[in-house]
């Protein structure tokens, strides 16, 4: 195993480039599965991630090759409609093969992803989805069974559940409906750009997808896709998280370039909001460094609400913001594993039900930190950077799971961060 050892105090400065979105790449290569056609996908993160998907492609048949960024699959004789539980407990998110495995061969089977640290990760509404399209479900064994003995029937569907709708859920069933028979309205589908993107390519197939980007999303079934060209769009997620690095520890102010400033438009606002000035162009944001910002109330939601995939990083913000912070988690309240490792450093908050109430202390001292999840890493990192003294962050594979090359991205813009074999 490897861990990251950040030595606080090196300020950032500069420039830095952003990669495909890791959760824009994951149905787009999903959806490979519904042609026999070679699709060329672009600006694929090589993160672990990615990779799991890719040997899951490769388990079902498909061929794949991969230089650098691009990703060339093949999915002309598919040998299997199963994914096993070997490859699908590494991660949750190949649950999104379900939609095109069943919509190519009227049935899958289909390991149950299980939970994660962030909380349990129900599949419920996937399976409404499917079972709304015609299709039986039934869980035997940790597997999902699905069988649409008739071929699947388009239909009106509602994705929105208890936390609000499900975006790999909404792309399950995008993804299925694409080539069911008839016409799939879906509703409460998410907004996220990740889900307009899959929209986007599956359209460059040959689909006819309308309303991708709002609640209401139709498909008119094709019976055929065709192999396609795509680019993948920026990753907002690392963006943001870099852009909280620039109002943190930047020297005056960090670039976070090659991305789409549209799908930052929140934590722009809040920044701004709390003091930091935020420069934009139509393909990157500059955020200045302001050692009097302000802490902020943020509530998480579906897009084009707060995402709850950058309260993490907020928090690593806030822990060193002068004044109280209010963060709630309303899509997974459990969400807050980077708190009690935060807190080993010297940050203080109180936690409840979903709900972190933060005091900015004058600087936290590094300390060794286990990563836990994604996102919760990738804020130990934030909290590390201004740290007195330096910070062991455990288990680093958490992270290389959804940011390229995180570390030396942060050496390019000023940190010291060693990458050592532990
Ligand atoms: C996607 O996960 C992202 N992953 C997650 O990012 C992100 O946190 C999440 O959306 C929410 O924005 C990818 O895109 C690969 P959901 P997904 O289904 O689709 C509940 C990261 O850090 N729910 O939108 O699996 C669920 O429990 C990852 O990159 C049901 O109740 O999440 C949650 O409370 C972490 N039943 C809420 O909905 C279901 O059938 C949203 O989950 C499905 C979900």
Do not use: W
Not at 238 to 252: D, I, K, P, Q, W
């Amino acid at each position: 195993m490897e861990k990251l050892i950040i030595h606080g105090g090196n300020p950032l400065f500069g420039t830095v480039n952003i990669s495909g979105s890791k959760n824009a790449s994951l149905p787009i290569l999903a959806a490979t599965l519904l042609t026999r056609g070679e699709c060329i996908i672009r600006r694929v993160p090589d993160v672990s991630d990615t990779n799991y998907m890719l040997q899951i492609l490769q388990n079902l048949g498909a061929d794949v090759e991969r230089a650098s960024g691009t990703v060339v699959v093949k999915c002309e004789k598919l040998k299997s409609h199963v994914a096993p539980y070997d490859l699908v407990r590494k991660m949750r998110a190949s649950v999104c093969v379900m939609g095109p495995l069943l919509a190519r061969h009227n049935r899958c089977d289909v390991s149950l992803p299980g939970g994660c640290v962030i909380g349990d990760r129900p599949i419920d509404l996937h399976l409404k989805g499917f079972e709304g399209l015609g299709a039986e479900a039934t869980v035997e064994g940790g597997n999902i069974h699905l069988k649409a003995r008739y071929g699947l029937q388009g239909g009106e569907v509602n994705m929105s559940g208890k936390y609000g709708t499900t975006v790999l859920g909404t792309d399950n069933v995008l993804m299925a409906a694409a080539i069911a028979k008839g016409t799939t309205v879906i509703k409460g589908a998410a907004c996220e750009p990740e889900v307009v993107d899959l929209a986007d390519f599956l359209n460059s197939m040959g689909a006819k997808i309308t309303g991708a980007g709002t609640a209401t999303i139709t498909v008119e079934g094709v019976t055929e896709l065709s192999g396609t060209e795509h680019v993948v769009i920026p990753d907002r997620i690392e963006a943001g998280t870099f852009m909280v690095a620039g109002a943190l520890a930047s020297e005056s102010a960090l670039k976070v370039n090659r991305i789409n400033p549209k799908h930052l438009e929140l934590i722009t606002k809040v920044l701004r909001e709390s003091g930091y000035q935020v420069d934009e162009t139509a393909d990157s944001l500059t955020v200045h460094r302001n050692p009097n910002g302000t802490g902020a109330n943020i509530v998480t939601s579906p897009y084009p609400g707060f995402p709850t995939d950058m309260q993490a990083q907020m928090c690593a913000l806030f822990a060193t913001t002068e004044g109280e912070s209010v963060v709630k988690d309303t899509i997974f309240p459990q969400r807050f594993m980077h708190l009690s490792e935060m807190k080993r450093m010297g940050a203080d908050f109180e936690f409840d039900e979903g709900t972190a109430v933060i005091r900015g202390v004058e600087q936290l001292s590094g300390a060794p930190v286990m990563a836990s999840d994604l996102r919760a890493s990738a804020a130990l990192v934030l909290a590390g950077l201004n740290a007195k003294g330096s910070t062991d962050i455990h288990r680093v594979y958490h992270i290389d799971r959804g940011y390229e090359g995180i570390d030396e991205k942060f050496r390019n813009i000023g940190a010291r961060i060693d990458r050592v074999r532990e």
